[in-house]
């Protein structure tokens, strides 16, 4: 695993907008009908469920049974050119602290190397998720967080998906990013890049 584009925490909900708008009519009656009885805005407005969102509380451990892994997390930061850093080593994987903490409002970003020095690494089989397969995140609060997958994408590392990974969201989720594709000797570097989009559920 080498780079992964330039991480943002910043909100990039500016690139776009959603404008919602209504309109509705009505027809007279042809005879006149008592007024029904005053409803409150409150209750006449539909009940929205609130997303599931934790408090922040920092990442000690990643478990993904579907594939294996139960792994410790280590900080990673932005290197010299603003891209991100990597683990040192094939373990553990690691907690990029300029993301959200796993299962705060937002995208918490986990990396790791797929193989290592010859020898899999923590995320070797993170191509073979699915979605609704579970990523449980244990958090020094002494909580987990537990996601479940919606999307498993391979894109060429010219291509890294940015905005889907780093952009702004209305509710919790994460994204594990790890080496693929295939080998390129004269660079030591996998040409594509694995990412699993995952939504806290619990």
């Avoid at 991480?7 to 009656?29: F, I, N």
């Avoid at 408090?55 to 050119?81: C, M």
């Avoid at 373990?91 to 796993?102: D, H, L, V, Y």
């Amino acid at each position: 695993m080498t780079r992964y584009g330039r991480a943002r925490r910043t909100s990039l909900s500016a690139l776009a907008a959603l404008l919602l708008a209504g309109c509705g009519s009505a027809a007279a009656a042809p005879d006149p009908a008592p007024a029904p009885a005053a409803v409150s805005a409150a209750a006449a407005a539909p009940t929205v469920a609130a997303p599931v969102v934790l408090t922040a509380s920092e990442p000690l451990r990643v478990r993904v049974p579907a594939i294996g892994v139960d792994s410790g997390l280590v900080d990673l930061g932005l290197q010299a050119d603003g891209s991100l850093e990597v683990p040192a080593e094939g373990f553990p994987a690691g907690w990029f602290t300029g993301s959200p903490t796993p299962g705060e409002r937002g995208p918490a970003v986990l990396a790791g190397h797929v193989d290592w020095a010859g020898s899999p690494g923590v995320f070797a089989e993170l191509a073979q998720l699915a979605p609704g397969d579970a990523v449980l995140v244990d958090r020094t609060d002494g909580s987990t967080a537990t996601f479940v997958v919606t999307l498993v994408d391979q894109v060429a590392k010219a291509d890294f998906p940015t905005e889907e990974v780093y952009g702004d969201l209305g509710h919790a989720g994460l994204r594990l990013i790890t080496c693929g594709g295939e080998f390129d000797g004269s660079t030591g570097d996998y040409l594509d890049d694995v990412v699993v989009y995952a939504d806290l559920v619990a």
